[in-house]
Structures are given as C-alpha cells and as structure tokens.
C-alpha cells in the first residue's frame, strides 16, 4: 500500500502509523474508494460479495468456518486485542491466509439484506446500487458469531476504521 500511495499521491490512511506498524500487517483504515483504487492500480479489482464467501470457504460445504463447524481460536485472529501480521495462522483449503478475522474486507457489492432470497444461484453479482457496501470475514474483537463464513456486515463506502482492510481478486486468465 506504501508504494501505492507513493505512487499516486494517495494520502495516507488514519491510522497509517509507519514506525508501530509491521510490513506485514494488513492495511486498515482505507475507505472502500481506496481499496477499489489500490485494486484497479494493482490490475486487480475487489471481489464479489459471493467470490468472497466462496473463497472463505476454502472448498468446506455446509460448515460454519472454513475449517468446521467449531469456533477455533487456533485457526483464525478473532476475540483477541489486536491486528496479527498476514500468515499468523494456517491457509485454509484454497491456500488463503486470514480469510476470517483479523480485519474485515470490503466487497466490491453494494449491500442489500434480503439480496440473497431472490438472487440467482450462480455467481450472484451484487445490487446495482445502494448506500453501503458489503464488509465480510470479521475482525480481531469480533467474537465468533462475527466470524463465520456465511456472516455479513456493511458500512458506508467512505468508512475508515481501524478493523476495516480489503484484499484484491483478479479475474482469472482465459487463456491459460
């Protein structure tokens, strides 16, 4: 993000603190406008609401976290007091770090509470406006409610927060 902000002039984030914070910290306090910049500068993009969850889920079905259906404090930073450096804790079954806890990520959806009852099945692509968008995986004082896979929140997209970061998707190359 340093080099992202050295690049475009981008201000630094709240909570930006350059002599505490670890390089390998996630980034928090980046509104949702400064996650999709830093995406789109990256050639990335931030994920759907339902790439989100489906990566969370790491190839687990019909469990409340990716790794079962028991809150575990060895697999994921939540009722804890404070940010973990990325890597503090296994992969899930895709090999993604820290999709649970730790900070909550901001989605490229807009944010709907019935969405998902008349969504379609496959893929849904969020609401095509709103005034919140959609904040997934929970944080580090989340307790475990807040933390399964499944749980969604929001905020308003200009929202800096000190639990709030983002991680980037890309679209997957065609011609592999």
Same mark, same amino acid.
């Given at each position: *993000? @340093?080099?992202?902000?050295? #690049? ?9 603190? !350059?002599?505490?914070?670890? !390089? ?13 910049? $830093? ?10 609401? #339902? ?12 469990? @409340? ?10 697999? #994921? ?7 973990? =450096?990325?890597? &503090?804790?296994? =992969?899930?079954?895709?090999?993604? *770090? ?12 807009? $944010?709907?509470?019935?969405? $998902?009852?008349?969504?379609? !099945?496959?893929? !849904? ?15 580090? $004082? ?7 896979? &499944?749980?969604?929140?929001?905020? &308003?997209?200009?929202? @800096? ?16």
């Amino acid at each position: *993000y @340093r080099q992202f902000m050295e #690049a475009t002039g981008r201000p630094a984030p709240p909570f930006w603190h !350059p002599d505490l914070d670890r !390089p390998d910290e996630p980034v928090v306090g980046v509104s949702w406008f400064d996650a999709r910049d $830093y995406a789109a500068w990256a050639g990335k993009r931030l994920p759907t609401e #339902a790439e989100w969850e489906y990566a969370a889920r790491g190839g687990m079905t019909g469990t @409340r976290y990716p790794w079962g259906d028991t809150a575990d404090r060895d697999a #994921a930073n939540f009722s804890s007091f404070g940010l973990l =450096p990325v890597k &503090s804790f296994p =992969p899930n079954g895709f090999g993604l *770090y820290d999709m649970i806890g730790n900070v909550w990520e901001w989605c490229g959806d807009w $944010y709907d509470r019935d969405f $998902y009852r008349q969504s379609p !099945p496959r893929n !849904p692509r969020g609401p095509l406006e709103g005034s919140l968008k959609v904040l997934r995986g929970g944080a580090w $004082y989340c307790a475990e409610d807040a933390v399964r896979t &499944s749980n969604r929140y929001c905020a &308003s997209p200009e929202t @800096r927060d000190f639990s709030i970061g983002f991680r980037c998707a890309k679209d997957r190359d065609e011609h592999r």
